[in-house]
């Protein structure tokens, strides 16, 4: 099957999932062809793709379902909507635009061929309002967290020093989007009642709270590289309230402890798995304490073959029965 995959676009570091869907579509025989869809590249995309030779449409929210639904109706395809995150994840100036959104990516979704929701609340929303969907895992490249190349954790190391970490000492690290609602800020604060090198990789807008004596903002980079800062790390962080954070999987599967929000996540993952905290900077901080201790980092060594489950083969699996459904 040819297949347009549209998605908005991205930092290096951040919603790289599709990549790897994509990657395992291919080898069960699908033509896979990913593009960007943002800003300007909506529209131009738009005319680009009227006149393309697909079989099926997946759209990734935000302008990805959106730009997915009027391809669909005018092309007479079959499209499928990617909801890999929650409305309430959408954090844009001007009321006017993002009711706009909303009622695009609503109208997407309820006329859509098929729904895929990774975050179960926001599915439980839609469906309220008469959407039909199918609930799906995030998932991770277990094989390479696992067991980073030594070309990965080389590079990574060298970044590290360059930017004046002490690899000596414990290292707590955070990869992602720079949004509020990861409480950046809440993270440096605790970060200077604790003793250890706090590294983040990412961008957006909290990237100005990160300054510190021991705290370094390093920028994004390739997902190859990741493998070689987890190796690095001692304790790796998650502080949102999100059921399926993907990069909780992805420190899973290196074996590093996880410090944790509170809320949705608690649905999905046990004490056991890792170490959970409200948003306060001393609870961050008593917790990321905790995590550091040489018994934490022995447990999640163990439970990292738990994480195996969630690998992309396996989820891709699931999108592949759905695009050939759907097509059919």
């Not at 290096?12 to 069960?28: D, F, M, T």
């Not at 999640?300 to 083969?313: E, G, H, N, P, T």
Request: proline share 4%; net charge positive; hydrophobic share 40%.
């Amino acid at each position: 099957m040819k297949v347009l995959w549209l998605k908005p676009t991205n930092p290096p570091n951040v919603s790289i999932g599709r990549y790897r869907i994509a990657e395992q579509l291919e080898k069960r025989g699908h033509k896979v062809t990913i593009e960007k869809v943002s800003g300007l590249g909506f529209f131009r995309g738009f005319l680009k793709w009227i006149g393309g030779d697909y079989d099926v449409i997946v759209g990734t929210v935000r302008s990805g379902t959106i730009l997915a639904f009027f391809l669909g109706k005018l092309r007479g395809k079959p499209y499928i909507a990617d909801i890999t995150d929650p409305f309430s994840q959408y954090h844009r100036h001007g009321v006017l635009r993002v009711m706009a959104v909303r009622f695009l990516e609503e109208t997407a979704v309820l006329n859509a061929d098929e729904t895929i929701f990774i975050y179960e609340n926001y599915m439980k929303e839609l469906k309220r309002k008469g959407a039909t969907g199918v609930k799906l895992d995030n998932g991770v490249n277990y094989e390479k967290m696992a067991r980073p190349s030594s070309k990965s954790v080389a590079a990574a190391k060298k970044i590290l020093e360059k930017s004046g970490v002490d690899t000596k000492k414990p290292i707590v690290f955070y990869m992602g989007g720079l949004q509020k609602q990861y409480h950046i800020k809440e993270t440096v604060e605790a970060a200077k009642k604790v003793k250890a090198e706090f590294v983040f990789v990412g961008s957006g807008p909290e990237e100005k709270w990160l300054v510190g004596e021991n705290v370094y903002y390093l920028g994004s980079f390739k997902q190859d590289l990741i493998p070689g800062f987890l190796y690095h790390s001692s304790v790796c962080l998650c502080l949102v309230d999100a059921e399926q954070p993907l990069k909780v999987l992805e420190y899973g599967a290196a074996g590093i402890p996880i410090v944790a929000l509170k809320g949705a996540l608690e649905k999905r993952f046990s004490e056991k798995d890792m170490f959970f905290t409200d948003a306060s900077p001393l609870a961050i901080a008593k917790t990321i304490t905790k995590a550091l201790e040489p018994g934490a980092k022995k447990r999640a060594v163990l439970l990292k073959k738990k994480y195996k489950r969630y690998d992309w083969s396996i989820i891709a699996g699931r999108y592949d029965k759905i695009i050939r459904r759907v097509i059919k």
